[in-house]
């Protein structure tokens, strides 16, 4: 059984970049064909769309963040990651990896979630 | 972007319950929709795919139903663990969008 887990600094200056790693136990990222996505929810509100990173390495993001975002997977490792530049007060949330099967379209297994609070 | 808007926002219930939820997407997605079950400070439960197929594992209580832009979530019976938030999502196109969400509350 497939089991996720988001690392990070839990706190991140304005203007910096939000680093978080998502590490992949219980199966092979590179195995199968995964959308490995972010998501994210500010406290209190509904569920946010970042991106995903394919098995093939193909990325796609969501155009509203896509000038400040980057996914990327480490095969090596079994993880994949986010960087978002530039962060606000509005880019603090509990952020979430996830997996989805493309001809599906769902998440089917999830993180716990880890919270970034940005704040000087 | 697609945008999903459910309705209620909120609403209270009864063990026993039928309780019913509404997802409306902004344009067809056919049956591209899928909900989930939230917790307090717990990552979301997938519940639905497809607009009515039921995840393995989960209680036969739980219905989906709709196609194009009007969708449906209904607990037929509403149990003391089913108090929760739900959440629609499309996956017709990115970037995939999630409703607002719809607490439901013990009346």
């Known amino acids: 059984q497939v089991q996720l887990q988001e690392s990070g600094p839990g706190l991140v200056k304005p203007s910096q970049t939000l680093s978080l790693t998502c590490t992949v136990s219980?199966?092979?990222?590179?195995?199968?064909?995964?959308?490995w996505s972010w998501i994210r929810q500010p406290a209190g509100k509904g569920l946010e769309w970042i991106g995903r990173v394919y098995t093939s390495g193909s990325t796609n993001y969501n155009p509203s963040l896509k000038s400040r975002v980057t996914i990327s997977e480490d095969t090596s490792k079994n993880q994949f990651s986010l960087k978002l530049s530039s962060v606000t007060a509005a880019d603090t949330a509990v952020y979430y990896c996830?997996?989805?099967?493309?001809?599906?379209?769902?998440?089917?297994?999830w993180g716990q979630g880890t919270l970034v609070t940005v704040s000087s | 972007d697609i945008q999903m808007t459910q309705s209620p926002s909120s609403l209270s219930a009864s063990v026993g319950d039928r309780v019913t939820i509404t997802c409306r997407a902004s344009?067809?997605?056919?049956?591209?929709l899928n909900w989930y079950q939230q917790k307090p400070g717990k990552a979301p439960k997938f519940l639905i795919y497809?607009?009515?197929s039921l995840q393995s594992g989960v209680p036969s209580r739980f219905s989906g139903s709709g196609s194009g832009t009007d969708f449906t979530l209904t607990i037929s019976s509403l149990q003391p663990e089913d108090f929760a938030t739900y959440f629609c999502q499309q996956s017709y196109t990115t970037p995939w969008t999630f409703g607002q969400g719809t607490k439901v509350e013990i009346k």
């Open positions: 344009q067809s997605i056919s049956t591209y």
């Open positions: 996830a997996r989805a099967s493309p001809g599906k379209g769902y998440y089917d297994t």
């Open positions: 497809a607009a009515s």
């Open positions: 219980g199966g092979s990222i590179s195995s199968g064909s995964y959308y």
